[in-house]
């Protein structure tokens, strides 16, 4: 529609000319566009806009009822998403800690809920990136510079995993980690997952991106396959490496079913926070809610905005063919 | 890649004997023996725990499946006296709770995966447009994605939140309860129970809810009757001849022809709009919204100004179209009021329509991403091409985007199916309250939530539950999906264009 409007310019040429010529017609015509953008980005984003907000009020601003009787005009919208009475930043303390305002038992930091769940996590998402790496590196540079019997097979064999519904393996999964004495124990969280088909494809498509002389020359300077690998392939393919990491750290500190089923006696982040739901005070305490969520998901929206952008471009990469 | 560095040894000239040959073929034999046992090695640990607990995992479900009334397994072979053959999948089958969560599931399916491409894409292209701060975009748009459900259930519930006190049962003015009801009552629409509600959207819609049709709505069926077939023909024959006549002397006949059918009744529509809005305009949000719409198509007809000059019966009769197909709905929604919506016809209940809204906004940056990866990628000397052919518009979009857009859009039509297929983390936060007391209504249960109540939600009391049950249930979801995506890989794999 641009074009059409520029080559038709004779026809309004004496009205427009000012508006028509150089950049500030070029900058008028995007900003419809932009602002269409922002409205939908609002509007997506709402959630999070309305969960911090909410968090950090005052009691009295976050009951259910807090909205009765308020005029619906645009001046109550602002005080809708932003505490009015101050902002409280003790509802992320309270959060943690598990103190509701009808709570009799106060706890500290240390025996606080909220850290244990944490720590299980942590330990359970790090270790599961730590084992997936190092098995994706190893195989996918295996599918991507070597030469062996079988390599096709085994490749349709990952491919054929792909469509397999995880829930299909759960209960297996569960008799043969009870079998191993692993219940309730982080390792059961950790072990099934350190290994991941997309990881694999992701990290074999940049290995063979690298250029073969790359490796050739490597290999005539005597550099075994794994100095090859840690000094030359994964420098060179940091956006696949943080991409993975990155998914697994998403795929085991966001997973529900397994560790309901596998582990419940160390709950994670995200069963701690579907007990914390579960808890009667949060329907009348909103902004302790909003404040257990925010902390849940925390540590994996700091860790995607460090990551951003060479994370998008991988998940961008592993979509074209 | 390997191939073509051993390319110097396979290199035989026609001098060599044939025993030097063998030789030499043995020695590439042993050679690729020998690299492949490193390379075997190199495969081993993702190998390992992919087979063990992954592919595997498969066969021991199924051989579950096979033993009734299980719940705790020691060592890896359930007592034998618990055998049962196919005993698990007839009761499967013959079970009316199981067939409730498989309809459940294949809407919520269709409707995240029809709704969420379709929106991804529109927002793609958009974003296509964009230069400066595309990234920006990128970045937020895909942020929900990386956080957690179970979180983001907690969110979308308090919003979805329908009423402050317990002791009222329907949401009203002075008790909006969250977000969105404060947001409806800002517009002037009627509040709803949202996440609470399982009676079907159409019948909200159509009937305000009640359980048959209203009772004393009466319908002038021969204006009625009228009204669409004038509609329907306009509408048809302005779509026949705009599309096949390449005259311009008679496009433009029947350009003015379909617009002076238009008219009337676009200008009885607009009156209807007129009366709705002023009931619309008394609050300041509706009336912000209609001014920023105004501004809005202002803005875009002046845009359009010279392209409508230079072909005004092509506009014309593309907005008779536009008249035909407003004025067929609105016979329609006419119509619709009269109907029976009960049951199936009803439509989703509106709390799985919610749950559904939630997993597309989940899930919508992801195939943004995707899409807009794809779409960088068709290369631009094409879109000129097809440009200075005359293709425009929707025809570029049709004949150009979407065929060169197939192979990303394939790829996220079976990636988001079968993710949809098995979802459970956002229906268990919000409608599981802790432990094992369960409590999903009818309209919500999905297979993955179904296999989680047989499986785990009560022991092993009844031949409905336990471990042997449920993985009669997995065997069943594991079979349907690989078969939706050979029938998806068979039915539309052959139209996508790769190049």
Same mark, same amino acid.
């Given at each position: 529609?641009?074009?059409?409007?520029?080559?038709?310019?004779?026809?309004?040429?004496?009205?427009?000319? +000012?508006?028509?010529?150089?950049?500030?017609?070029?900058?008028?015509?995007?900003?419809?566009?932009?602002?269409?953008?922002?409205?939908?980005?609002?509007?997506?984003?709402?959630?999070?806009?309305?969960?911090?907000?909410?968090?950090?009020?005052?009691?009295?601003?976050?009951?259910?009822?807090?909205?009765?009787?308020?005029?619906?005009?645009?001046?109550?919208?602002?005080?809708?998403?932003?505490?009015?009475?101050?902002?409280?930043?003790?509802?992320?303390? &309270?959060?943690?800690?598990?103190?509701?305002?009808?709570?009799?038992?106060?706890?500290? $930091? $240390?025996?606080?809920?909220?850290?244990?769940?944490?720590?299980?996590?942590?330990?359970?998402? #790090?270790?599961?990136? #730590?084992?997936?790496? *190092?098995?994706?590196?190893?195989?996918?540079?295996?599918?991507?510079?070597?030469?062996?019997?079988?390599?096709?097979?085994?490749?349709?064999?990952? +491919?054929?995993?792909?469509?397999?519904?995880?829930?299909?393996?759960?209960?297996?999964?569960?008799?043969?980690?009870?079998?191993?004495?692993?219940?309730?124990?982080?390792?059961?969280?950790?072990?099934?997952?350190?290994?991941?088909? #997309?990881?694999?494809?992701?990290?074999?498509?940049?290995?063979?991106?690298?250029? +073969?002389?790359?490796?050739?020359?490597?290999?005539? &300077?005597?550099?075994?396959?794994?100095?090859?690998?840690?000094?030359?392939?994964?420098?060179?393919?940091?956006?696949?490496?943080?991409?993975?990491?990155?998914?697994?750290?998403?795929?085991?500190?966001?997973?529900?079913?397994?560790?309901? *089923?596998?582990?419940?006696?160390?709950?994670?982040?995200?069963?701690?926070?579907? *007990?914390?739901?579960?808890?009667? &005070?949060?329907?009348?305490?909103?902004?302790?809610?909003?404040?257990?969520?925010?902390?849940?998901?925390?540590?994996?929206?700091?860790?995607?905005? #460090?990551?951003?952008?060479?994370?998008?471009?991988?998940?961008?990469?592993?979509?074209?063919? | 890649?390997?191939?073509?560095?051993?390319?110097?040894?396979?290199?035989?000239?026609?001098?060599?004997?044939?025993?030097?040959?063998?030789?030499?073929?043995?020695?590439?034999?042993?050679?690729?023996?020998?690299?492949?046992?490193?390379?075997?090695?190199?495969?081993?640990?993702?190998?390992?725990?992919?087979?063990?607990?992954?592919?595997?995992?498969? !066969?021991?479900?199924?051989?579950?499946?096979?033993? %009734?009334?299980?719940?705790?397994?020691?060592?890896?072979?359930?007592?034998?006296? %618990?055998?049962?053959?196919?005993?698990?999948?007839?009761?499967?089958?013959?079970?009316?709770?199981?067939?409730?969560?498989?309809?459940? @599931? /294949?809407?919520?399916?269709?409707?995240?995966?029809?709704?969420?491409?379709?929106? =991804?894409?529109?927002? =793609?292209?958009?974003?296509?447009?964009?230069?400066?701060?595309?990234?920006?975009?990128?970045?937020?748009?895909?942020?929900?994605?990386?956080?957690?459900?179970?979180?983001?259930?907690?969110?979308?519930?308090?919003?979805?939140?329908?009423?402050?006190? @317990?002791?009222?049962?329907?949401?009203?003015?002075?008790?909006?309860?969250?977000?969105?009801?404060?947001?409806?009552?800002?517009?002037?629409?009627?509040?709803?129970?949202?996440?609470?509600?399982?009676?079907?959207?159409?019948?909200?819609?159509?009937?305000?809810?009640?359980?048959?049709?209203?009772?004393?709505?009466?319908?002038?069926?021969?204006?009625?009757?009228?009204?669409?077939?004038?509609?329907?023909?306009?509408?048809?024959?302005?779509?026949? /001849?705009?599309?096949?006549?390449?005259?311009?002397?008679?496009?433009?006949?029947?350009?003015?022809?379909?617009?002076?059918?238009?008219?009337?009744?676009?200008?009885?529509?607009?009156?209807?709009?007129?009366?709705?809005?002023?009931?619309?305009?008394?609050?300041?949000?509706?009336?912000?919204?209609?001014?920023?719409?105004?501004?809005?198509?202002?803005?875009?007809?002046?845009?359009?100004?010279?392209?409508?000059?230079?072909?005004?019966?092509?506009?014309?009769?593309?907005?008779?179209?536009?008249?035909?197909?407003?004025?067929?709905?609105?016979?329609?929604?006419?119509?619709?009021?009269?109907?029976?919506?009960?049951?199936?016809?009803?439509?989703?209940?509106?709390?799985?329509?919610?749950?559904?809204?939630?997993?597309?906004?989940?899930?919508?940056?992801?195939?943004?991403?995707?899409?807009?990866?794809?779409?960088?990628?068709?290369?631009?000397?094409?879109?000129?091409?097809?440009?200075?052919?005359?293709?425009?518009?929707?025809?570029?979009?049709?004949?150009?985007?979407?065929?060169?857009?197939?192979?990303?859009?394939?790829?996220?039509?079976?990636?988001?199916?079968?993710?949809?297929?098995?979802?459970?983390?956002?229906?268990?936060?919000? !409608?599981?309250?802790?432990?094992?007391?369960?409590?999903?209504?009818?309209?919500?249960?999905?297979?993955?939530?179904?296999?989680?109540? =047989?499986?785990?939600?009560?022991?092993?009391?009844?031949?409905?539950?336990?471990?042997?049950?449920?993985?009669?249930?997995?065997?069943?979801?594991?079979?349907?999906?690989?078969?939706?995506?050979? /029938?998806?890989?068979?039915?539309?794999?052959?139209?996508?264009?790769?190049?």
């Amino acid at each position: 529609m641009i074009e059409s409007s520029t080559t038709s310019k004779p026809i309004a040429a004496t009205r427009t000319t +000012l508006i028509q010529s150089g950049s500030l017609n070029r900058w008028l015509r995007k900003v419809p566009l932009h602002l269409l953008l922002i409205i939908l980005l609002i509007i997506m984003l709402t959630p999070f806009i309305w969960m911090i907000g909410m968090s950090l009020k005052p009691d009295a601003e976050a009951t259910p009822n807090a909205l009765d009787g308020v005029n619906r005009d645009l001046g109550t919208l602002t005080g809708f998403f932003w505490p009015k009475g101050g902002i409280q930043f003790q509802n992320y303390a &309270d959060a943690w800690t598990g103190n509701f305002a009808s709570s009799v038992i106060k706890h500290d $930091f $240390f025996d606080a809920p909220f850290t244990g769940y944490y720590v299980n996590s942590l330990v359970s998402a #790090f270790g599961t990136v #730590f084992g997936v790496l *190092i098995t994706s590196t190893l195989a996918a540079f295996a599918f991507a510079r070597m030469d062996f019997f079988g390599k096709n097979i085994l490749f349709v064999f990952l +491919l054929a995993t792909l469509t397999i519904p995880s829930e299909a393996t759960y209960l297996p999964n569960l008799v043969i980690v009870s079998n191993l004495g692993l219940t309730n124990n982080l390792l059961a969280l950790i072990v099934p997952w350190t290994a991941s088909v #997309f990881s694999i494809f992701l990290l074999r498509q940049f290995f063979m991106s690298i250029p +073969l002389e790359l490796y050739e020359a490597g290999q005539l &300077d005597g550099l075994s396959e794994l100095g090859y690998l840690w000094k030359i392939a994964l420098p060179l393919s940091s956006a696949a490496v943080l991409t993975s990491a990155l998914f697994s750290f998403m795929g085991s500190w966001n997973s529900v079913l397994w560790p309901l *089923i596998a582990s419940p006696g160390t709950p994670t982040v995200q069963l701690g926070l579907k *007990i914390f739901i579960s808890n009667g &005070d949060t329907q009348t305490q909103w902004n302790l809610l909003m404040a257990g969520s925010t902390i849940a998901i925390l540590p994996i929206v700091v860790l995607y905005f #460090f990551v951003q952008r060479r994370f998008i471009e991988g998940i961008a990469r592993s979509g074209i063919k | 890649m390997a191939t073509v560095q051993n390319k110097p040894l396979l290199t035989t000239s026609p001098d060599l004997s044939a025993a030097e040959e063998q030789q030499l073929n043995r020695r590439k034999f042993n050679k690729k023996l020998r690299r492949s046992f490193k390379a075997y090695l190199f495969i081993a640990p993702a190998f390992i725990i992919l087979v063990v607990f992954h592919f595997l995992p498969i !066969f021991y479900a199924f051989f579950l499946s096979l033993y %009734k009334r299980i719940s705790v397994v020691k060592g890896i072979v359930p007592p034998s006296d %618990k055998f049962a053959g196919f005993f698990n999948y007839q009761t499967l089958f013959s079970n009316g709770e199981f067939w409730n969560a498989f309809f459940n @599931t /294949i809407g919520y399916a269709a409707g995240v995966v029809v709704i969420g491409l379709l929106l =991804a894409l529109g927002l =793609a292209l958009l974003l296509d447009k964009v230069k400066e701060g595309r990234n920006f975009y990128r970045t937020a748009f895909f942020l929900p994605n990386v956080t957690s459900l179970v979180a983001v259930a907690a969110v979308w519930k308090v919003m979805f939140t329908s009423y402050s006190s @317990t002791a009222l049962t329907k949401p009203q003015l002075n008790h909006p309860g969250g977000l969105l009801n404060w947001i409806f009552s800002g517009f002037g629409l009627p509040m709803q129970r949202w996440l609470l509600d399982e009676r079907g959207i159409f019948n909200l819609i159509f009937n305000d809810g009640n359980q048959g049709a209203r009772a004393n709505y009466d319908i002038n069926w021969v204006a009625t009757v009228l009204e669409l077939i004038l509609a329907l023909v306009i509408f048809g024959l302005l779509m026949a /001849i705009g599309r096949n006549i390449q005259r311009p002397q008679l496009e433009r006949v029947i350009g003015g022809l379909g617009l002076l059918l238009a008219l009337p009744l676009a200008a009885l529509w607009l009156y209807l709009m007129v009366v709705e809005i002023l009931g619309f305009l008394d609050n300041p949000l509706g009336s912000g919204i209609v001014i920023i719409l105004l501004l809005g198509a202002a803005y875009w007809l002046y845009i359009q100004l010279p392209s409508i000059r230079k072909n005004w019966y092509g506009w014309a009769s593309n907005y008779s179209i536009a008249v035909g197909i407003g004025a067929v709905l609105a016979v329609l929604g006419n119509l619709a009021r009269g109907g029976q919506w009960n049951g199936w016809l009803s439509g989703p209940s509106l709390s799985m329509f919610c749950i559904i809204a939630i997993a597309i906004w989940h899930s919508l940056g992801f195939n943004v991403v995707i899409l807009l990866a794809g779409l960088t990628n068709i290369s631009r000397e094409l879109y000129e091409a097809a440009r200075l052919d005359g293709a425009q518009g929707f025809a570029m979009f049709w004949r150009m985007t979407v065929p060169l857009l197939s192979p990303t859009l394939f790829f996220l039509l079976i990636i988001s199916t079968i993710s949809a297929l098995q979802s459970f983390s956002l229906i268990y936060a919000i !409608f599981i309250n802790g432990g094992n007391s369960t409590t999903i209504p009818h309209t919500i249960s999905v297979l993955a939530t179904y296999y989680y109540q =047989a499986a785990f939600g009560g022991g092993s009391d009844s031949d409905v539950n336990g471990f042997g049950y449920g993985s009669a249930i997995v065997i069943f979801m594991l079979l349907f999906i690989l078969s939706l995506t050979l /029938i998806q890989q068979n039915l539309l794999g052959k139209r996508v264009n790769y190049d």
